[in-house]
């Protein structure tokens, strides 16, 4: 009797354990439910707020690009005005006089340096101006020298936060008792991994138009074996010569300028810039086989996982 009463009492708490085991499962599933359905509800509200937040940024940004393409269209057209305006100053015979073309001079190199070779046109009025005998010779005269370091100045600062840079100083005195030139201290800069030494001769000076005429030398590097390649130029300069325009084009799209700093009676202090070729002016625009290699380069580099240099 015993037995059968423990038996008993057994098999009620097996079925307590069923229904209660059943009911445990049930409301497990439930909860379960209720959360997935929260978990899929949240990520629905979610995606829906960044599809909204995308959409909106790319309205902004199309509202930014029609507004900065209107602006550029308007400012393209205003200049486009003031530099035909001003260029009549200078072609029509007889029209405008000295002080008018040292001002539209002035527009123009302060509007238009970074894409117009204004040489020409600075030795053009200088050489009226020097030819003239008026009270504001001078005047003019210091106008035209400040306009054009402070050009030089502007491209500079470009110029150097790009590249690299060292500066030199002639000794003109000893240039006048060296038939052959002065040799200056070579100087070796690095740029976008690639090594150059920079050689220097001033063969001769012009003290009247305060010019030099160099004689530069660009020795590179092509391997570990101790072999390179040389390239070299030979040109005047002077303080009308702008390095973003007048420069002396490398491979691998690069650029190198002589800039004229300061001309006194005893010595001239010049600086040598090596930079990149995309800072060079908008008229000098990099060869179709140096982008060719550019691409070739990047397509490279992405295909093999890493950021093109």
Known sequence: MEEEKQKDRWDKVGVLLQSGGGLLTAVTVAVLGFIGSNYLKDREIADTASR????????????????????????????????????????????????????????????????????????????????????????????????????????????????????RVIDLDSLKHSPGGVSLEEGTLTLDGITRRFTIVVPEADLAKQELRFRLEITTPTDTSGSFASNSAEFWSGFFDFPM???????????????????????????????????????????????????????????????PK
Do not use: W
């Not at 190199?109 to 200088?126: A, C, G, M, Q, W």
């Not at 005998?133 to 106008?143: A, C, F, K, L, S």
């Not at 002396?248 to 070729?277: K, M």
């Open 52 to 167: 909204e937040r995308m959409q909106a940024n790319e309205a902004n940004i199309r509202i930014y690009t029609e507004l900065m393409s209107r602006r550029e269209e308007s400012e393209s057209a205003l200049r486009k005005d003031m530099f035909v305006s001003m260029i009549q100053t200078f072609l029509k015979p007889g029209s405008g006089s000295l002080d008018e073309k040292v001002l539209n001079l002035e527009l123009l190199s302060y509007n238009f340096h970074e894409s117009l070779n204004l040489k020409p046109l600075f030795v053009y009025i200088d050489r009226q101006v020097r030819a003239s005998h008026g009270p504001t010779r001078n005047e003019y005269i210091d106008r035209m020298h400040r306009v054009a370091t402070e050009i030089t100045r502007k491209q500079m600062l470009v110029l150097e936060g790009a590249g690299a840079k060292f500066d």
């Open 245 to 307: 325009i007048d420069n002396t084009r490398l491979d691998h799209d690069q650029r190198c300028a002589l800039v004229l700093n300061a001309f006194e009676d005893n010595s001239a202090d010049i600086t040598l810039v090596y930079f990149p070729g995309s800072y060079a002016s908008l008229k000098e625009k990099p060869y179709y086989q140096e982008v060719v290699q550019n691409l070739m380069k990047t397509n490279a580099a992405l295909v093999g996982g890493q950021s």
